[in-house]
């Protein structure tokens, strides 16, 4: 089993900034792909973003692209997400995620292990 614990999230003004983290614990073993996922009110859980095991490798989902950036420490088991350049539009709840295949994914589906979920709030 794989723990999943993620920072809290916050009250953020548009244009403004913020760093989730989450820490991985338990039989995480090596070369998981981690990924964030978001969920709005009345919407289904959406991709963000996920960075493979070396950390050189990353991709984004459209609506993100430019504005945040995902990023791993692997002697902490940590992933980080630093949104910067806030809308109203990325208040959601946001999670991580473990994916223990062997390629990347964008699909939630493909992950074994999922955090709580924190709350993002942008305001206008």
């Known amino acids: 089993q794989v723990q999943l614990v993620e920072s809290a999230g916050g009250l953020v003004q548009v244009g403004g900034s913020l760093r989730l983290s989450c820490a991985a614990s338990?039989?995480?073993?090596?070369?998981?792909?981690m990924g964030w996922f978001r969920q709005a009110p009345g919407k289904e859980r959406e991709f963000v973003a996920v960075?493979?095991?070396?950390?050189?490798?990353?991709l984004y989902a459209d609506s993100v692209k430019g504005r945040f950036t995902i990023s791993r420490d692997n002697a902490k088991n940590t992933v980080y997400l630093q949104m910067n350049s806030l809308k109203p539009e990325d208040t959601a709840v946001y999670y991580c995620?473990?994916?223990?295949?062997?390629?990347?994914?964008?699909?939630?589906?493909?992950?074994?292990?999922w955090g709580q979920g924190t709350q993002v709030t942008v305001s206008s």
């Open positions: 338990g039989r995480t073993g090596s070369n998981y792909a």
């Open positions: 960075i493979g095991w070396s950390g050189v490798s990353t």
């Open positions: 995620a473990v994916d223990k295949g062997v390629f990347m994914s964008s699909r939630s589906s493909a992950y074994d292990y």
